[in-house]
């Protein structure tokens, strides 16, 4: 067995072994100036946000900001819609004739598949790749709200939309004007066509932005979309064919509201003075279906619009 260490002294005494250093102290704590500075510029809150949130959305809708690849479709249709009114103005004004061939009204409607087709492509690409990418709930950590969020994807899409209608129109009337047609005619269609344009622009943002917002992946958005404005046209096109070979012509006008485009057809025959597009030239029949578009009309952006606020709010949480 080891003894313990002992020390003898010069008077004798035995000393244990001798005690341990004290242990060094601990050091302080050191903040390392690395360069970061806080922020003391203007504080722009949720009003800037939601207008930078529209204008990136508004750009990519035509693909500015983004890669020549992303702006070859839409540029494409934007001049698919655009030259059948620049072949009406000229052939108004070289044959000088007293009238254009399409009213101001019925060009959206017979244009009603590039329509489609641009808001197919554009809705997935607003809203599918902030699904896909998770990342929504990072606007929603800025000054940001889910009606903030919500309202400019929405109002940038209809926006482009709008300019998709619109010009057309604009080159229509300039061309009316040039070809000396009646000022105040023209000009009462042309107003009465942009209002048109814009509740058209609405009711297939909406549309288009619920169908999208549901999956994440853009490819079948897309299909969705163009299914379900193809599918109903064509199967009220079908029913209204059917009504006329029965010559029960008042029941055309009552399904055009199971139908995106030809509930916009009906609603500007009715309060606009349209000439209708549906068969028999039959839209709606009386004033009380004219007041069943419009409520049909407004219900259904809103409710687009709701249904956007509803899925949002369970995908900024995740």
């Not at 992303?70 to 009114?85: D, R």
């Amino acid at each position: 067995m080891s003894q313990p260490d002992v020390v003898a002294t010069a008077g004798g005494k035995v000393a244990g072994p001798p005690a341990p250093a004290p242990a060094a102290a601990p050091p302080a704590d050191v903040i390392h100036d690395i360069g970061y500075r806080t922020y003391d510029g203007p504080r722009l809150g949720r009003g800037y946000a939601r207008l930078s949130l529209f204008s990136q959305s508004l750009r990519g809708a035509y693909g500015l900001g983004r890669s020549a690849k992303s702006k070859v479709l839409p540029m494409i249709l934007l001049g698919v819609m655009c030259a059948p009114a620049l072949i009406m103005v000229a052939v108004t004004i070289f044959t000088h004739m007293d009238k254009l061939p399409v009213e101001y009204t019925r060009y959206a409607v017979l244009l009603q598949a590039v329509i489609t087709l641009f808001v197919a492509s554009q809705a997935p690409q607003s809203v599918s790749r902030d699904l896909r990418f998770k990342t929504t709930p990072l606007y929603f950590s800025r000054p940001i709200e889910r009606v903030d969020y919500v309202s400019a994807k929405y109002a940038a899409l209809a926006t482009a939309l709008f300019l998709l209608t619109a010009l057309p129109l604009v080159i229509l009337y300039v061309g009316a004007l040039l070809a000396k047609l009646g000022f105040a005619h023209q000009t009462a269609g042309f107003a009465k066509s942009l209002v048109s344009a814009l509740l058209l622009s609405l009711l297939f943002a909406g549309i288009s932005l619920v169908i999208a917002a549901v999956t994440p992946r853009r490819g079948f958005g897309v299909a969705a979309i163009i299914a379900v404005f193809v599918i109903t046209y064509a199967a009220v096109s079908s029913v209204q064919g059917i009504a006329q070979n029965q010559e029960r012509y008042h029941v055309i006008g009552w399904l055009g509201v199971f139908s995106p485009i030809t509930l916009i057809d009906g609603f500007q025959t009715w309060f606009l003075g349209a000439t209708s597009a549906f068969p028999h030239a039959s839209g709606p029949s009386s004033t009380l279906a004219g007041l069943v578009y419009l409520l049909v009309l407004v219900g259904a952006t809103a409710g687009c619009f709701g249904l956007l606020m509803r899925r949002y709010k369970k995908v900024g949480l995740s």
